[in-house]
């Protein structure tokens, strides 16, 4: 079974940055191929932010990201980034790492097979 911890959330003024990092652990290689980020505020349903194919060599990015975000990985430490530049008070949510088992990526959160507990980002305006 794979385990997905997410950490680096915060509290941060509008116009800041912050840097999540997701670790995984368990499983095999082969569970974590492509990774996603996906964000839920308050009352809102769970939305795709970002997702990067094993390699790194392809993501993809919400149009409410693009220019902003950057995702990235480092396979040798099982562990995927999620660095937010130019923050706004939309982007406060529960940023959550995923996983999935092919190698494809894909902004469908049904078609992600793990997930991390979440890490709480914050913005003030």
């Known amino acids: 079974q794979v385990q997905l911890v997410e950490s680096g959330g915060g509290l941060v003024q509008a116009g800041g940055s912050l840097r999540l990092s997701c670790v995984a652990s368990?499983?095999?290689?082969?569970?974590?191929?492509?990774m996603g980020w996906f964000r839920q505020a308050q009352g809102k349903e769970r939305e795709f932010v970002a997702t990067i194919s094993r390699s790194g060599g392809s993501t993809s990015y919400a149009d409410s990201v693009k220019g902003r975000f950057t995702v990235s990985r480092d396979n040798a430490k099982n562990t995927v980034f999620l660095q937010m530049n130019s923050l706004k008070p939309e982007d406060t949510a529960v940023y959550y790492c995923a996983a999935r088992r092919f190698t494809t990526i894909t902004t469908m959160r049904d078609a992600y097979d793990y997930w991390g507990q979440g890490t709480q980002v914050t913005v003030s305006s």
């Open positions: 368990g499983g095999t290689t082969l569970s974590t191929n492509a």
